[in-house]
């Protein structure tokens, strides 16, 4: 039976149409452009022609082996130690060099097992620890972002004279652009005169020795941490309170005739409750974790010593700063991998029981 | 067990006073229905006694203590929302527990607390299904269930049945009164349906404006109201009231009359009136009888005639252009236009003063 909806059809499509040009030409295309150009050695600018390269990429950036090293012995067969008593390693080079299976790898990191050394080497160093990075960005930004956003959710849930000034106050680094917080987040860390020294020295009555937040290879990157989360902390306040109002005011009556105490209550009425919105804010912060980007930009540009690499930081780096676009194409498909796989995990490990 | 009084409570929000000085004594084990009209102040009273409203002024006592100041759960109350407010991730079973749950009872006494309750309201078969799963008639019966778990000395029910299509709200009603005998506690029930009041209570308060109108059993509230409100609440259709003039007065009586009404003597039952001043006449539509030709009290013309079958419903326009609904017990034939005469049994009409 034509409807009104199928007879207008034409001029539905018209419609739609410049919405759907941008989707495809922004969105869709892009991505399986990415998955093609990982396949290939296309570069930004060459004069070579593409080629097609099967799975080269992936296994220049994923190669993973570990090597035993024997220490030095001298005639006696005794590991030849130097004068801090440390064992003696041939060079790792020489087996790199030499055995064509681990050609080009680098050494990642080392452990000792007995006398010998046992090395894990990569074939891109810096993609292995970028990997490790935004890891462990994702695992402490996602739970302490999200438990905070909560706390404060729950804070600013009552009904209070000037509750709205609280809610603003939390919500206003949500709309300043991450690019002008990291800048002036970049003098609140400075090692000199930066506002977190300062304030932390004047607590200490001056015992407290400055530190260079962002030029410190073991502060670098929790400094960075502690500034994301406080940035988009008021985004999922938002999400949460806007979870918490949907919780009927008869469930928290019954409640408390029930005789239910405070964590009581958000035991059993509060929690269940918001179980819709923790699966959206989980999904979320762990996507938005994955891309960090910018804060690495603006603040610290991967170093030091590479200890602020991430992988969408590394796609951009390859893709326009080293001109190989497969290379960075490659990137971001993995990205996409892991990024999908944990969010089906998490969809399937939060799916309604009943 | 307990008995519930309440002396001179009041609520206010800022400057409004929604209840205005409340006197209530409810006994022990008594069926008490609160039922007044939407905004009354009905359920905010209710909500008072559980606790969820502070009150203003006044005391209320529930077993012969003070509870103005208590927690809900420090009162001894359990309370039915119109809302049900079951938990929705819980099974039926787990919601029935709850305040034992939260009471940090041990595993046994839950299963036997709720084993009992569901014995009682016929639903053991559903203990282990979600809410999702339940209709709104069974949703009640787990809010009732988890009120029965833990042996409150009052029951509050708060307008329980509200959301529950017809047939299902007269079910419901027989069992919230046969609970009511099963367990002989004290409960309070808030409706602002006349048929649930009747039938439920021992002791109906009609409330308005957050002012009581009148105290007393069903039927003393429907013979005998004490004022035109609840003689025109209770009871449906409702009471018609017509404007007549008095005539005349002696000690107990009043003669009253109007160009559609021949002159009739009724009992003033303590009223005031004035001789040649105005007064309401108010009689039942179920007290309404046809009358022979030229021998009625009322004159009436035919507007309207519904037939229910067991009953038949016939709106009127009286001489003086005044309206008028009478039910007639059997299934009769009225044509619009017809002429009808009506009398009454004047013992059971009721005369009140003109306010207005």
Same mark, same amino acid.
């Given at each position: ?129 970028? !990997? ?172 030091? !010593? ?33 990024? !999908? ?14 | ?69 208590? *927690? ?65 008639? *069974? ?218």
């Amino acid at each position: 039976m034509a409807s009104k909806l199928t007879l207008s059809n034409r001029t539905g499509w018209a419609f739609a149409l410049p919405g759907f040009a941008l989707i495809l030409g922004f969105i869709v295309l892009p991505f399986f452009f990415a998955i093609g150009l990982s396949l290939t050695n296309q570069r930004l600018i060459s004069p070579n022609p593409t080629q097609f390269v099967g799975f080269q990429n992936y296994q220049q950036l994923l190669g993973l082996a570990v090597v035993t090293l024997e220490p030095e012995r001298d005639d006696a067969g005794e590991a030849i130690r130097n004068e801090a008593g440390d064992i003696q390693y041939p060079r790792l080079r020489e087996i790199t060099r030499s055995d064509p299976q681990y050609r080009g790898m680098r050494e990642w990191f080392r452990w000792t097992s007995g006398e010998n050394a046992r090395i894990v080497i990569a074939s891109d160093v810096v993609f292995m620890k970028a !990997l490790v990075n935004t890891f462990l960005f994702v695992l402490v930004v996602a739970p302490v972002q999200g438990g905070l956003a909560l706390v404060l959710a729950l804070l600013i849930n009552q009904k209070l004279r000037g509750i709205n000034v609280f809610r603003t106050i939390y919500f206003m680094p949500v709309v300043v652009s991450i690019v002008v917080v990291s800048l002036l987040w970049r003098f609140i860390y400075d090692g000199q005169n930066g506002l977190l020294n300062s304030i932390l020295q004047g607590l200490t009555f001056g015992l407290f020795q400055p530190v260079d937040w962002l030029g410190n290879p073991s502060t670098a990157l929790p400094a960075i941490m502690a500034m994301s989360i406080w940035q988009a902390v008021g985004f999922f306040m938002v999400i949460w309170l806007a979870g918490l109002q949907t919780i009927s005011p008869t469930l928290y009556e019954a409640a408390a005739i029930e005789g239910a105490s405070k964590s009581q209550t958000f035991r059993y009425v509060t929690w269940p409750g918001l179980r819709n919105t923790a699966v959206l804010v989980l999904i979320v912060i762990t996507m938005q974790a994955f891309a960090l980007f910018a804060q690495i930009d603006v603040m610290t540009n991967g170093g030091p !010593l590479d200890s602020t690499q991430t992988l969408v930081f590394q796609s951009v780096e390859r893709g326009y700063g080293k001109q190989d676009i497969s290379g960075g194409s490659t990137i971001s498909v993995i990205l996409f991998v892991i990024v !999908l796989t944990i969010s089906l995990i998490q969809r399937w490990l939060t799916r309604e029981r009943y | 067990m307990a008995e519930v009084s309440l002396k001179g409570v009041k609520k206010s929000y800022g400057r409004v006073d929604v209840i205005k000085g409340v006197d209530i004594h409810i006994n022990d084990g008594e069926f008490v229905v609160f039922v007044g009209p939407s905004g009354c102040g009905k359920s905010t009273l209710l909500r008072m006694i559980a606790g969820l409203e502070d009150i203003t002024d006044g005391t209320l006592e529930i077993g012969g203590r003070v509870v103005n100041e208590l *927690q809900p759960k420090e009162r001894g109350v359990a309370m039915v929302f119109q809302s049900y407010a079951i938990f929705p991730h819980m099974t039926v079973r787990e919601n029935m527990a709850f305040g034992l749950t939260i009471a940090g009872a041990s595993k046994q006494e839950k299963e036997e607390k709720v084993a009992e309750a569901a014995r009682i309201l016929q639903m053991e078969h559903l203990l282990d299904r979600r809410p999702s799963q339940l209709s709104g008639g *069974q949703r009640q019966r787990v809010a009732i269930g988890r009120a029965i778990t833990r042996k409150p000395a009052v029951f509050l029910f708060d307008e329980p049945l509200s959301n529950l299509d017809a047939a299902l709200r007269m079910d419901m009603r027989m069992e919230i009164g046969r609970l009511h005998k099963q367990l002989g506690t004290t409960m309070i029930y808030v409706t602002h349906d006349q048929v649930e009041a009747m039938t439920l209570a021992d002791k109906i308060v009609v409330l308005k404006d957050g002012e009581v109108m009148q105290t007393g059993a069903p039927m003393e509230l429907y013979h005998e109201p004490a004022n035109r409100f609840v003689a025109g609440f209770l009871g449906a259709p409702s009471m018609n009231f017509l404007g007549v003039d008095v005539l005349d007065l002696d000690g107990e009586a009043a003669t009253v009359g109007n160009p559609s009404l021949e002159p009739i003597r009724i009992a003033t039952r303590g009223r005031q009136f004035r001789k040649d001043g105005k007064a309401i006449l108010g009689v039942r539509p179920q007290h309404l009888r046809a009358a022979q030709p030229a021998k009625g009290m009322l004159h009436g013309t035919v507007v309207l005639a519904e037939r229910l079958g067991s009953e038949t419903v016939v709106d009127l326009v009286l001489r003086d252009d005044r309206k008028l609904i009478a039910t007639f017990d059997e299934d009769k034939i009225f044509e619009p236009g017809d002429a009808l005469e009506l009398s009454f049994d004047t013992a059971l009409a009721h005369l009140f003063p003109d306010e207005g």
